[in-house]
């Protein structure tokens, strides 16, 4: 037990849609990072919060955006669903840049 | 070249035995994490390493940062340690980016 926890756990979209998903971090946690892994793949680097701005990214489009808030809480949103973005998406905190991350149990999408 | 890789990729073992998971990277790094990934896809966090050793029960991990390289051993291995095993590094960037090895894929048999 992590104390990190996402909802939904799982989500079924159509194609073109939006999608927020959430995660609810440890307290104290001022760092999130959320991650994709497509069926079969090692999890990919979204982007990272730290202290409600983002704090990095990785090779994601726009149309991917997130959320940090004061009370530990994020959010991941993807604009305009594709099939690709079917996947586990896995957030994890931290208390700090560099500290250990704790994951959550992810939120498992399926766009169709 | 991928920037992590990991062996072997698959590994069946006899519940008792031995295992070791290699991880090598080819980045600055500030720091070092192997994952356990269960089917279903939860992650828990078995260790950070910058540098040295740690063990935590039946699990070792070392990390010799001049080879760029890690090890995970498991001693006394067990079919609940059947998992994925990944290992990650934190770029030594301002952005802390973490990338994920391919990971090694563990089915212990009883």
């Known amino acids: 037990e992590t104390g990190v926890t996402q909802s939904p756990t799982h989500l079924i979209k159509t194609r073109g849609q939006q999608v927020t998903l959430r995660c609810s971090s440890q307290?104290?946690?001022?760092?999130v990072s959320w991650y994709q892994q497509a069926l079969g793949q090692g999890p990919q680097f979204i982007f990272q919060y730290y202290r409600e701005e983002e704090n990095g990214r990785g090779n994601f489009p726009p149309r991917f955006s997130g959320l940090q808030f004061p009370n530990y809480s994020s959010e991941l949103n993807v604009n305009a669903l594709e099939l690709d973005d079917s996947a586990l998406y896995l957030c994890?905190?931290?208390?700090?840049?560099?500290?250990?991350?704790?994951f959550g149990p992810g939120t498992r999408l399926l766009v169709l | 070249k991928n920037e992590v890789e990991q062996s072997p990729q698959n590994l069946t073992a006899q519940e008792g035995e031995f295992i070791t998971i290699n991880c090598s990277y080819s980045?600055?790094?500030?720091?070092l994490h192997w994952l356990q990934q269960h089917p279903g896809g939860g992650i828990v966090s078995l260790f950070m390493?910058?540098?040295g050793k740690k063990k935590h029960g039946r699990l070792i991990a070392t990390i010799n940062i001049q080879e760029k390289h890690s090890s995970l051993h498991i001693t006394a291995s067990h079919p609940r340690d059947s998992a994925v095993y990944i290992c990650a590094v934190c770029k030594k960037t301002s952005y802390d980016k973490v990338i994920f090895g391919p990971g090694t894929s563990l089915s212990v048999i009883p």
């Open positions: 390493l910058s540098s």
């Open positions: 980045v600055g790094i500030s720091a």
């Open positions: 994890a905190s931290s208390s700090g840049l560099q500290e250990t991350q704790y």
């Open positions: 307290s104290g946690h001022n760092t």
